[in-house]
């Protein structure tokens, strides 16, 4: 167990609708980032925050934002969902934006968009 | 730009016998590389990286994987197998000062008693 949490466990929503996913960071890391990861792929990287800014995206559209909180809690935000934004989301944390830092991944929350 | 490829998507082994699961990478630049380990409805976590200095770098739950860099390759292999490393591997690279890892696809790994 990692100690980075995420909820919820699951999600059913439907096109068009927006999502709010949260993640609970390991004690003492500062850095957040957010993959999606779709059936059968593997995780694809949508972006990083530090310090509660972003400091790198993916090649995801401006649909998808993020907030991190001082406490260094985080939040996946995806507006007017589609068929496709069906995936499982993961957080991972690490306590550094260095290459070589240890990301620790959460459990994931899936989304099922019908 | 860099790339991931794990050339096998199921790798069927029975119990006690040794595996290799591949990753080969594409770059231009040097990486750094990891081998992760998914478990059915859990996240990733981390089985080992190379970071520098030896090629053969050992991990957790007596996986290894050695780089070769003139082959871009990143294998990842177990001697003996159990039930319980059944689970997919994912290969995963990132580039130095950069904030993403790039995955493969993955490797499903199937352990038979």
């Known amino acids: 167990e990692t100690g980075v949490t995420q909820s919820p466990t699951h999600l059913i929503k439907t096109r068009g609708q927006q999502v709010t996913l949260r993640c609970s960071s390991q004690?003492?890391?500062?850095?957040v980032s957010w993959y999606q990861q779709a059936l059968g792929q593997g995780p694809q990287f949508i972006f990083q925050?530090?310090?509660?800014?972003?400091?790198g995206r993916g090649n995801f559209p401006p649909r998808f934002s993020g907030l991190q909180f001082p406490n260094y809690s985080s939040e996946l935000n995806v507006n007017a969902l589609e068929l496709d934004d069906s995936a499982l989301y993961l957080c991972?944390?690490?306590?550094?934006?260095?290459?070589?830092?240890?990301?620790?991944f959460g459990p994931g929350t899936r989304l099922t968009v019908l | 730009a860099q790339s991931v490829t794990q050339l096998d998507s199921q790798v069927p082994v029975f119990e006690e016998a040794p595996v290799e699961l591949r990753c080969n990478y594409s770059?231009?630049?040097?990486?750094?590389l990891f081998w992760y380990v998914q478990y059915p409805n859990q996240g990733l976590q981390l089985l080992l990286k190379?970071?520098?200095?030896?090629?053969l770098v050992k991990g957790i739950n007596g996986f290894e994987a050695e780089f070769n860099k003139s082959q871009t390759s990143f294998h990842l292999r177990k001697p003996s197998v159990h039930i319980s490393d059944t689970a997919e591997y994912f290969c995963?690279?990132?580039?130095?000062?950069?904030?993403?890892?790039?995955f493969g696809t993955g490797t499903r790994l199937q352990v038979f008693p």
């Open positions: 991972a944390s690490r306590e550094g934006t260095s290459s070589t830092d240890t990301q620790y």
């Open positions: 004690s003492g890391h500062n850095t």
């Open positions: 925050y530090y310090r509660e800014e972003e400091n």
């Open positions: 770059s231009s630049v040097s990486v750094y």
């Open positions: 190379y970071l520098s200095g030896s090629t």
């Open positions: 995963a690279v990132t580039v130095y000062n950069t904030d993403k890892l790039i």
